[in-house]
């Protein structure tokens, strides 16, 4: 392996795509949204310059996410978004194809993962190895998981929650579950349509869900202003929405990610169990920065659960991580050349 190869990490993700270069960090945070002319199909804009598009577009311009639920739904619009942000994060002068190391949900099938292999080799890596998700963010979250302890990880997207018991390196028992970010910004994008006839967009609910969210309900509550257009005279109005309202919202959505916690935990071996009482549930992921969510964990579970630090960062880091150690880590990682 020559030192001129440069290595990439790429966490490619429902919402987001994170590249990590070794030695530089995270080079690169932009949405995994590209935005297409529909009538010559041709990819106009790839990451912030297409979110800026979403639900503002002409009707010949489609901004979509080529990424469904952690998994690849559009095969030529992700080997183009891959391309671009491989580039990007080389910069222009790169004369050497880069080695990428790309985080897949723990769920995928085998056709799914070659899907991901294929497009980051047509995007231009020399050579590709996906790696599943649960045991990136816990490299990444610090947690030595070659010891022969239990460490259980959830790491919450925005299109997957994935839950992971490791130990030896290597995944006992896992899910993954379609229910995260995104189903979050649904509920409260429905609950504001039913309780107030207010029309809000994905991104409005976003800043809602971040501003005012909390999984479980607040004593001094937030508060904060909505706009958006009202159903009924179709005009532009405002209004105010609180915390516990939101709570309220999201409830079910919270309900089937603990679900998928208890599951795994259920499945676990009682010696790791043991091991997962003590060290606790360790929350990586964008979505688990909802406020109180480890509150909310600990109260349905009874294991005490710590957010990660850099928790949107974790899997990201970790394939930085792995790259550096691919020997080390060789049982996780599975490679195509």
């Known amino acids: 392996m020559s030192f001129l190869t440069p290595k990439l990490g790429i966490d490619l993700g429902t919402t987001t795509v994170l590249v990590y270069v070794p030695g530089k960090g995270v080079v690169l945070n932009e949405p995994s949204v590209v935005a297409v002319s529909e009538i010559d199909n041709k990819i106009l804009a790839v990451g912030n310059e297409a979110k800026e598009m979403i639900g503002r577009t002409p009707d010949e311009i489609i901004a979509y996410r080529p990424m469904k639920d952690g998994v690849i739904a559009d095969y030529r619009v992700t080997e183009a978004m891959l391309r671009y942000y491989m580039r990007k994060a ?16 723990a769920g995928v099938s085998s056709t799914e993962r070659r899907a991901v292999i294929e497009a980051a080799t047509k995007a231009g890596a020399k050579s590709a190895y996906v790696v599943k998700e649960p045991i990136l963010a816990a490299i990444g979250a610090g947690i030595p ?26 995944i006992v028992a896992s899910t993954s579950v379609k229910c995260a970010g995104n189903r979050i910004d649904q509920a409260i994008a429905d609950y504001i349509k039913k309780t107030f006839n207010l029309a809000v967009g994905d991104k409005t609910a976003e800043q809602i869900k971040i501003q005012v969210g909390s999984a479980v309900p607040l004593e001094e509550e937030l508060v904060m202003v909505i706009k958006g257009r009202d159903f009924l005279t179709g005009l532009p109005r405002s209004t105010d929405i609180r915390t516990n309202e939101i709570v309220k919202a999201i409830h079910k959505e919270l309900r089937e990610m603990i679900k ?24 990586t992921g964008g979505s688990s920065q909802l406020r109180n969510f480890p509150e909310l964990v600990f109260r349905r579970t009874g294991v005490k659960a710590i957010l990660a630090k850099d928790a949107p960062y974790c899997v990201a880091k970790g394939t930085g991580i792995a790259l550096n150690h691919l020997d080390t880590y060789k049982r996780s990682i599975i490679a195509k050349r």
């Open 260 to 283: 998928a916690m208890r599951e795994v935990l259920q499945e676990t071996p009682p010696e790791l169990a043991a091991d997962i009482i003590d060290r606790g549930i360790i929350m």
């Open 90 to 105: 080389l910069g222009r002068f790169h004369l050497f194809k880069p080695e990428v190391l790309i985080s897949v949900p």
């Open 145 to 170: 998981i070659h010891e022969a302890h239990g460490h259980m990880i959830v790491d919450i997207g925005g299109g997957t929650i994935d839950v992971a018991v490791i130990s030896l390196g290597g």
